[in-house]
Nanobody
Framework: QLQLVESGGGLVQPGGSLRLSCAAS????????IGWFRQAPGKEREGISC????????ISTDSMKGRFTISRDNTKNTVYLQMTDLKPEDTAVYHC????????????????????WGQGTQVTVSS
């Protein structure tokens, strides 16, 4: 079974930083394109960023560019999401998932392509 486990969330003040981890259990993550998503209370799940097998990165929205950075360390079988300058509107449950859609050299954080969702990690930005 392809299982992903997120960690690294928590309570942080506005302007703070967090690094989230997405670890694979029982399989090699480097064979997959990986996406990060988030879901705030009462809102739909939205794509944040994704990374292809070769390291090509796509970021979903302009508001996240320069603040959120995805990376992968295949030696640790883990994908990361570094978040800086966090804002209260970034409060959400953050999930990672595998792109199970048709092959592409790059990636797209379109949630319909993704499966094997992790349970998520809560990020709360508040003073």
């Amino acid at each position: 079974q392809l299982q992903l486990v997120e960690s690294g969330g928590g309570l942080v003040q506005p302007g703070g930083s967090l690094r989230l981890s997405c670890a694979a259990s029982g399989f090699n993550l480097d064979y997959y394109r990986i996406g990060w998503f988030r879901q705030a209370p009462g809102k739909e799940r939205e794509g944040i960023s994704c990374i292809s097998r070769s390291g090509i990165i796509t970021i979903s929205t302009d508001s996240m560019k320069g603040r959120f950075t995805i990376s992968r360390d295949n030696t640790k079988n883990t994908v990361y999401l570094q978040m800086t300058d966090l804002k209260p509107e970034d409060t959400a449950v953050y999930h990672c998932a595998l792109d199970r859609g048709p092959y592409m050299d790059f990636c797209t954080p379109a949630k319909g392509r993704y499966a094997n969702w992790g349970q998520g990690t809560q990020v709360t930005v508040s003073s």
